[in-house]
């Protein structure tokens, strides 16, 4: 794992973070779907320390915003996928991704419900709760490998909940599809 590039990550949504606040409003808004908001890179890193991202080989964030979270797990998955229905979110990810020049992550335009979660043993969501219930439905008919929630706002009913942990107070929680319990 490269902490010097997590470094570089970390100081880039920093700077973006602080040119957003500037202009006089938070790293946060509305999107088409639903709502954009910046998880802390500290966290997110640490979390995937605890789940065990390191053998990773396909990772999606489902609703990937500015691709920090994206970003950060291509230092431990072997392949880094972000999908995002937001166009100027997706560009933020594109253009920090080809800055630091970072290879095995890539970026969508587009609703996460046309993906196809089964090819990705790690899924990630920080998601609003109107998404909630359409959201864990297509985890269950899809979801073949974990699933990292950040936050405690959606808490599927029908997963199991293989694990949580708390950092720096943020809930984290890590879920498996109940009827792919014995493959995993």
């Known amino acids: 794992m490269d902490i010097a590039l997590y470094q570089k990550i970390k100081k880039e949504y920093d700077d973006f973070y602080k040119s957003i606040m500037r202009g006089g409003k938070l790293p946060m808004r509305e999107t088409s779907q639903g709502f954009w908001g910046a998880a802390v890179a500290d966290e997110v890193f640490e979390a995937f320390k605890k789940a065990g991202l390191k053998n990773c080989k396909n990772f999606l964030d489902i609703g990937s915003g500015d691709g920090k979270i994206v970003l950060i797990a291509s230092l431990f998955a072997k392949n ?10 997706v560009n933020k990810s594109i253009e920090i991704k080809e ?10 335009k587009g609703d996460f419900y046309e993906e196809d979660f089964s090819k990705y043993d790690f899924l990630f969501c920080n998601p609003d709760s109107p998404i909630e219930r359409m959201l ?23 997963l199991f909940r293989e694990s949580e942990f708390k950092i720096s107070g943020t809930d984290i929680f890590v879920f498996i599809n109940c009827n792919d319990k014995k493959e995993l």
């Open 99 to 108: 800055k630091l020049a970072i290879k095995n992550a890539g970026f969508s």
């Open 80 to 89: 880094s996928f972000g999908i995002e229905i937001d166009e100027s979110l």
């Open 136 to 158: 864990e439905k297509k985890l269950l008919k899809e979801m073949k490998g974990r699933l990292i929630v950040y936050g405690s706002q959606f808490i599927p009913k029908k």
